[in-house]
């Protein structure tokens, strides 16, 4: 079984360990038999964290997206800083920890399959080459996310399967991801919108969101509202009305629950920021939709 980290998780941590019986069922699916997770996280800010492997079982891909760490892979050291995106391949004996005093925050997950050792080196690494810098990456956050989206489904099979696949597209991404600078976007916006999405449940900031693209909250602001025409604050607000209209359209859910559902705890505030967007409120709009 995958040995992970002992580090104890804050409440703005997480760890999902895919459980043995279901690591079988991956490894002999169709879907998934030749990718697939066995563990994978998310560590913010991750203080006293370390670990040391003298025998690593499978691949490890781990993204620094703030703080710094050391590393120390068959007697070799290194320093990952924040946009480094680092893999540890099975066999390679490794230890490494969190800076004293700038913690790393990371995403990581470890994964198997017999085309594991392809993805790896479609990526890029190599064992001369186990580090690549591609900066903040909406992009690749959205995918890690996507990944920890499966604890909501238990461990059902068709969650993790989805989070096989999930695994798929985020390795595939990331040859794009490392490009040269002078060929990115300035803002992903695709990615960023993906993001909100996966969110609504959640009430994003415009630091939030100007963590994702590497920029200071104003300097995005700025970028994003020349690109788009609004704030990003307004267009995450008009994805939620756009969700609640939704579900005032296709089920019997109170607003109150629809509110809950998105983030809101005060209904009554999130009617008026409804009825600011609609020109109507909820009740009228569920009324007028159905009559």
């Known amino acids: 079984m995958t040995r992970t980290s002992q580090w104890p998780l804050p409440s703005d941590s997480i760890r999902y360990v895919v459980p043995s019986r279901m690591v079988q069922m991956l490894d002999t699916h169709p879907l998934t038999q030749d990718l697939y997770p066995l563990a994978f996280g998310h560590y913010r ?15 490890l891909l781990i993204y620094c997206t703030d703080g710094l760490a050391h590393l120390n892979v068959e007697g070799e050291s290194h320093h990952i800083h924040a946009g480094d995106l680092l893999l540890l391949p099975k ?13 790393w925050s990371l995403h990581w997950v470890h994964f198997a399959g017999s085309l594991a050792p392809a993805f790896c080196e479609h990526m890029g690494f190599s064992r001369q080459t186990l580090i690549r810098h591609v900066g903040q990456q909406p992009r690749l956050l959205v995918d890690f996310n996507g990944l920890l989206s499966v604890q909501q489904t238990g461990f059902r099979p068709s969650g993790l399967i989805h989070a096989a696949n999930r695994l798929r597209q985020l ?3 990331v040859p794009l991801c490392a490009e040269p600078l002078a060929h990115r976007q300035p803002l992903d916006l695709d990615s960023l919108h993906g993001f909100m999405k996966e969110h609504l449940d959640e ?10 693209s590497g920029l200071s909250p104003a300097h995005f602001a700025t970028r994003y509202r020349s690109l788009t025409g609004v ?3 307004q267009h995450f607000l ?3 009305v756009e969700r609640a209209c939704q579900l005032l359209d296709n089920s019997d859910l109170s607003f109150r629950s629809i509110s809950d559902s998105l983030g809101y705890e005060d209904s009554y505030y999130f009617s008026r920021l409804f009825k600011k967007v609609m020109g109507v409120s909820p009740r009228d709009y569920r009324h007028t939709r159905r009559h």
């Not at 066999?91 to 800076?99: E, I, L, N, P, Q």
């Not at 009430?203 to 994702?212: G, S």
């Open 45 to 59: 800010q991750a203080r006293g964290h370390h670990m040391h492997r003298q025998h690593h079982d499978d691949h």
């Open 238 to 240: 008009h994805l939620k």
């Open 91 to 103: 066999g390679a004996a490794h230890r490494y920890s969190a800076d004293t005093d700038q913690p």
């Open 171 to 173: 390795l595939a991404a």
């Open 231 to 233: 704030a990003p604050i």
């Open 203 to 212: 009430r994003l900031t415009l630091e939030n969101l100007a963590e994702l």
